[in-house]
C-alpha cells in the first residue's frame, strides 16, 4: 500500500510493455494502472488526478494500492463497504484497503504461509488510518466467534492507545505517527486470530522536551490533565508546563477529560490494571514538572548551576516517581563519579544540567512507551492452548513517511533515511525482481529503468566514513560542535554531489538529494541529540524506587535501539 499526497507517488510498480490486446486508456476508468499499454509517471500522476476528482481514491498499480488521502470523511468504511470486500475476487469491486486486507488473510489460509504489507508515504498521507482499517478488515475476516471477541477487542482498542502515547500534532499532520509501528496478527492453523505482537521503532523523544512553532507534544501530555488525579499531581493547566505551553490548543484543553476518558477505556480494555494506570500518569507527571525545572549561575556561565524553581517542583518530582527527594536534586545538580573508591562531585554548568534534566525526561517517556508496549504484548500473547502448533502471521508495517518541512533536523534526517532504506527494500524487491522476471519471459524491458539509491544509503551507514559514523565520531570529542561536525562533512562529501552539497554559509546547514528530493538539514543539536546521554545516579534512583512500574522500566535492558528488549511472547509457539 503506498498512501501518498497527490501529484507525489513514491514508488509504483513497473508496467509490462504493451501487448497486443492491451486496454486503451480512457482517463479515470482504469482501476488497475498496470494494464494500461504505456505507464509513465505522467500518465501515473494524470490518472490518479483524474480519478480524485471523481472521488476514486483507491487505484491499483500491480499489487500495490495507492491511496490518496482525500482529507475529509468518506463513506468507504461503513459495515456495507467491509461487508462487499470479505472473501470477494480483487476484480469484482473497486481498489479498497480492504480488499488488500481480504487478499493477505485469504493468502495465508490458503498456503499457509505469512504474509506482510508496508505502509509507505508522506507525511499525512492516511498511513495510520489505512493501517487501522486494515487490522479491522482482517479481524472481521477471521472472526473467531464468542471465544475470540474479547482478543479481538483488545487489539482493535491498541490503535487508539498507542496513537495517543507516540502521536502528536505536526505542521502536515493533525494525528502525525512519530514512531515506526510493525503489527504481527497471529493465526492458528485454522485462521483464527490467536494473539498479537508489536514492534515499534524511532520514537521521537526529543519532541518530549521541545516542538517547533504550531507543532504539539505527544497526545498524551494534553490528555492527562482531563484525569480526575490531575489536581493530585499537580497539574492545573498546559501552558503553565514548559514541555506543553503551545499555541491554540484551547480546544484540545476543553476535551482533555472526554479524550482521557477514551484512552482509559482503551487502557482497560487492552488489560491495564488500575494501579498500572496511576503509575503511567504519575510519570507523565513527573516529566512535565521537570521542564518547569530551571538553573541559573551565580556570576558567570562558568559557575556551578542552582535550581531557579521553588523547592516544592522537586519535591513534587520526587513524590510522583516514588523516590528520595534530596537524591534527586542532587542528581540533577551535581556529577557524581567513583574512581578507584573515591567519590568526585563534580556540579554541573547550567547548560549541562539543561541537558541532563530534558535527558531525563525523555528517557522517562521513552522507556514508559516501551514498557506500555511490552505489557500490550504480554497481554495479546496467545493462551498456552492457542500457542499449540505452528502459528502464521499477517505483519503490517506502518512507518513515518518522507518529510521536508521549513527546517529540517536531526529528526527529519532519521526519518528520511528510514524512507530511504524502504525505498531500497521495494527497489530489491519489485523493480529487480520484475525485471528478472521479464528476462526469464523473454521480454524486452531495456526501457524500464529506476532510479537506485543505495549509494546514497552507503553516505550515511559507510564505515568509517559515512554521515552517522563521522556523527558518532564527533560525540566523543568535549570540545566538538554542530559546526565542527558539518566542517567534517563537508570535507569528507563536498565532491559527492548531487547526493551531498555543502551550503555557502557558516551555518550549520548542508544538503541531500533524496530519492524524493532534496532536503535541507539544519544540525542544530545534533550531537546532544545523538548522545542521548543519561546521567548513571539518575538510572540508579529510578531503580530503587517505591513505584513498581518506575522501577520496572529503569531496570529493564535497553536494546541498542533505544527500545526496552523484551522476549517475544510467540517464542517456541511454531511459525
Known sequence: INAEYMGRIIMAAPARPAKSGSKPWLKGQTDDLASLANLDEPVLLEELRVRYDEDKIYTYVGDILVAVNPFRPVPLYTPEWEQRYKDAVKSA????????????????????????????????????????????????????????????????????????????????????????????????????????????????KSRVVGQIKGECNFHIFYYVFGSPDAAAMGLSRHQDFPYTANEDLQKRQGRAQALYRELVTALNDVGFSGDEQRSMGAILAAVLHLGVIGYDAVYSDNDPAQMSCPPTVPAKIAALLKVDAAKLKEALTVNITTTRGEVIRRPYLVHQALEVRDAFAKALYG???????????KLLSPSTENSRGPLQSIGILDIFGFEHFQKNGFEQMCINVANEQLQNFFNQHIFKSELEEYTREGIDATKITFTDNQALLDLFFGKPIGIFALLDEECH?????????????????????????????????????????????????????????????LVSLCETSGDAVVCDIFLSQITATGTIAQSSP??????
Open 93 to 204: 469491486n473497486p481498489p479498497h484497503v480492504f480488499a488488500i486486507a481480504d487478499q493477505a488473510y485469504n493468502s495465508l489460509v490458503r498456503s499457509g504461509r505469512d504474509q506482510c504489507a508496508v505502509i509507505s508515504g508522506e507525511s499525512g498521507a492516511g498511513k495510520t488510518e489505512s493501517a487501522k482499517y486494515m487490522v479491522k478488515q482482517i479481524i472481521l475476516l477471521c472472526h473467531s466467534g464468542s471465544d475470540g471477541a474479547a482478543l479481538e477487542r483488545k487489539i482493535i482498542q491498541v490503535n487508539p492507545l498507542l496513537e495517543a502515547f507516540g502521536n502528536a500534532q505536526t505542521l502536515m499532520n493533525n494525528n502525525s505517527s512519530r514512531f515506526g509501528k510493525y503489527t504481527e496478527l497471529k493465526f492458528n492453523s485454522r485462521g483464527a486470530i490467536v494473539g498479537a505482537e508489536i514492534s515499534e521503532y524511532l520514537l521521537e
Open 477 to 537: 570529542f568535549p570540545k566538538a560542535t554542530d559546526t565542527s561536525l558539518v566542517a567534517k562533512y563537508k570535507k569528507e562529501f563536498g565532491s559527492r554531489a548531487p547526493l551531498f552539497s555543502p551550503q555557502r554559509t557558516d551555518d550549520p546547514v548542508f544538503t541531500i538529494t533524496h530519492y524524493a528530493g532534496a532536503v535541507t538539514y539544519t544540525a542544530h543539536s545534533y550531537l546532544e541529540k545523538n548522545r542521548d546521554t543519561l546521567a548513571a545516579d
Open 367 to 377: 522507556r514508559l512507551f516501551g514498557w506500555i508496549v511490552a505489557q500490550v504484548n
Open 570 to 575: 510467540f517464542a517456541g509457539a511454531g511459525s
